[in-house]
Each structure stands twice: as structure tokens, then as C-alpha cells.
């Protein structure tokens, strides 16, 4: 099985555990897992015996890497990209929609890597804890996606224009980084799990949602956190004012431009900038577009949108390109069907956000 799922009896009540077990792959996300972990959390739902979910990933070097497009790869190039893409995104969508609206608390244990649809299990967890090793980032816009899993939602929640910034850098993202902008609540040990585990079955849980979330609150805060100047310095705090400066507003060509002449003596910086300059043109247009859009927006209506654009994407060509010259032959040179934003028409825009169906036949309807 794509994942492990396990039942602890408490003193009263019960905990669900949920584990991303392909290790090997970083725990990325395949259509599977998916599946697995839907229909997991759906019976759980209607089980009064559980009280809480905890969800972590197996082995020490990820909670969840990402989407597994790998997978999917294949069918970019073939007449059936848009209907396999809107099945498999349809369905990651939907579970991430199902983690927001769950009606029990929901723990993200989040070791190591987390990276696009870790990002959006994990963002969309009650209670997301982070071990100080974590490398947490959005790169989408380098294989020819864009933020999606919600991103809409949360990059907009950001600091004014880090959003922007971080899904146009695929900015690698510290512990410190994730819990100064709240993508993160706790810094964890990574050696903590089994105590933490230990401490919630010693409890007695009512099955009452906000009880068992307050006492749940009060013991998660109680946990033995690194101290502060253990955790890797934040690399934010040292660039947040510039960045909020270059994209804080005006169109994306003149953010770009400011980003790519600022002179800043950073590795981490320069890092952000060979990424940006690398991406794919059309995809920092969606970026820049699902984020005005999606600030009007409700969750649902946004996990919609994305379905609709990441839909699309799978029906032109740099996606697939992109997944090809970043992970199946790895020569890291994809050849974009712009070179640049300047060459990207609103017209082109516009079509990732035209749905390829009727409105009574929406993937995401139901949500």
C-alpha cells in the first residue's frame, strides 16, 4: 500500500494515523496515494470513535516532496493529457479541499523536505510542526506548472509580495522561514513522534471537536521545541523589506526587471534569481494571475480555478517539456514555447482559465 494507516487507542478515543510510505520517491504523491488517503480520511470522518489524524511521511528525508509527475508524465504526450491531468489533479485537489474542511483536528508532521502537494497537505493540516532541517518550497513554475494544491489561498496569505516572490524563485524556505511567515505553527525534534503519540493516547478525548482541540492545543505547546537560536538563521528577515519593495506592486515585467537588477550579496539570493531566470514565462503569468484572482475567492471556488489552469497546462506543451528537462533526462535546459514574459500575449493567459468543460460537469463540483 501507497500508504500506512494505523488506529491508536487512547485512554478515551481514538487516533488516526496517516504515513506516506514510498520513501523512495520522497513520499511524492502518486494517484494511489491519493486514492488510499481519501478514502482513509472519509471513513474516519464518520467514525465517532476517532478524534484526531496525524499525518507524517515515512523515512528521514521527506513528509512529501510533491505531486508524483512522473507518473503522469506519459500521458502529457499523448491525445489524453487534459483527461488524465484533470483526474489525477482533480483528485489531489479534492483531498487537500477534504484536509481544509475536516471536521476533526488535524496534525501535520512535516520531517525534512515538503514541496508543492506536501505543501498543500500540509498547509491545509489544523496543526502543521516542522523539524529543523526543513526545506520547504513551491518550484512549479520551473517544470512549466504553476503554485497550485491551494497555493492561491495561502501564498496570498503571505507577507505583500512574498507569495509572488516565492512561487517565481521556488525559494527554499528553513524552519525559521516557515514559522516567521506562518507556514509553520512548532518547530519539532525529529526523534519526538513516538512521545508525542505516547502523550495524546495518555489523554482521555471527548469526540467534542473544540474540547479535544483546545486540550490538543495546550499539549502540543507543551512539547519540547529547539530553542530559537538553534534553528538556522532566517533567510527572510534578511531580504523581506527588498522583496516587499520589488514586488509589492506594479505589473509583473517591472517586478521582474526590479528582481533581476537588484545587486545583493547573497547565495541564497542568487540562487532565487538563476531559478526565476530559468522558469517558464507563461507559468509566471499564472502566477501572477491566480493570485490577483484568487484573493476574491473561496477555497472552493480556487481549487477549482487551479484544476481548470493545471488542466490546461497538460494540453500545451512546456509542462511536459518541463518535467522532462527537470526530471526524466535531467540536462536542466528546457526549451519554452516563450523565451521570455515580454513574449507572452494576455490572449495565451487568458486560455488557462477557460474551463474545457461545462459547468455541470466540473471534476470539483461536489466540493
Not at 240 to 257: H, K, N, P
Not at 318 to 340: C, F, M, N, T, V
Request: a negative charge; charged letters at 25%.
Amino acid at each position: 500500500m501507497p500508504i500506512h494507516s494505523e488506529e491508536r487507542q487512547c485512554l478515551d478515543g481514538v487516533i488516526g494515523v496517516i504515513t506516506l510510505d514510498a520513501p523512495a520517491t520522497m513520499n511524492a504523491l502518486s494517484e494511489q496515494m491519493i486514492d488510499a488517503m481519501q478514502a482513509q480520511l472519509d471513513q474516519w470522518e464518520d467514525d465517532d470513535r476517532i478524534c484526531l489524524i496525524l499525518i507524517q511521511g515515512a523515512g528521514e528525508k521527506a513528509f512529501c516532496a510533491g505531486g508524483d509527475i512522473r507518473q503522469l508524465y506519459q500521458a502529457l504526450n499523448g491525445p489524453e493529457a487534459e483527461r488524465t491531468a484533470a483526474r489525477f489533479f482533480g483528485k489531489e485537489y479534492h483531498l487537500d479541499y477534504t484536509l481544509h474542511r475536516f471536521p476533526k483536528p488535524v496534525i501535520g508532521w512535516a520531517r525534512r523536505v515538503v514541496m508543492g502537494g506536501g505543501m498543500g497537505i500540509l498547509a491545509a493540516c489544523r496543526y502543521r510542526l516542522v523539524t529543523p532541517d526543513l526545506i520547504m518550497a513551491m518550484p512549479e513554475v520551473g517544470i512549466g506548472l504553476f503554485p497550485d494544491v491551494g497555493a492561491s489561498w495561502f501564498l496570498n496569505r503571505l507577507p505583500e509580495g512574498l507569495g509572488l516572490f516565492l512561487g517565481l524563485t521556488g525559494a527554499r524556505l528553513n524552519a525559521t522561514d516557515a514559522l516567521r511567515i506562518g507556514l509553520a505553527d512548532i518547530a519539532v525534534y525529529a526523534n519526538q513522534q513516538e512521545t508525542l503519540l505516547e502523550t495524546l493516547q495518555s489523554q482521555r478525548w471527548s469526540g467534542e471537536v473544540a474540547t479535544d482541540d483546545n486540550r490538543l492545543f495546550r499539549l502540543l505547546n507543551r512539547l519540547s521545541s529547539p530553542p530559537h537560536e538553534t534553528l538556522p538563521p532566517s533567510q527572510l528577515m534578511q531580504h523581506e523589506q527588498t522583496i516587499s519593495r520589488l514586488c509589492g506592486e506594479g505589473d509583473l515585467i517591472a517586478m521582474v526587471d526590479r528582481l533581476q537588477a537588484e545587486a545583493v550579496n547573497s547565495e541564497w539570493w542568487r540562487t532565487c534569481m538563476q531559478f526565476l531566470a530559468g522558469g517558464n514565462p507563461v507559468s509566471a503569468w499564472l502566477l501572477h494571475e491566480q493570485l490577483k484572482r484568487g484573493r476574491q475567492m473561496s477555497m472552493k471556488d480556487i481549487f477549482r480555478m487551479e484544476l481548470v489552469m493545471a488542466t490546461r497546462c497538460a494540453g500545451q506543451p512546456d509542462l511536459a517539456e518541463g518535467i522532462r528537462a527537470r526530471l526524466i533526462d535531467r540536462d536542466q535546459a528546457p526549451k519554452w514555447s516563450y523565451q521570455h514574459i515580454r513574449e507572452v500575449s494576455r490572449e495565451h493567459v487568458e486560455l488557462y482559465f477557460v474551463p474545457p468543460w461545462s459547468e455541470e460537469n466540473d471534476p470539483l463540483a461536489n466540493l
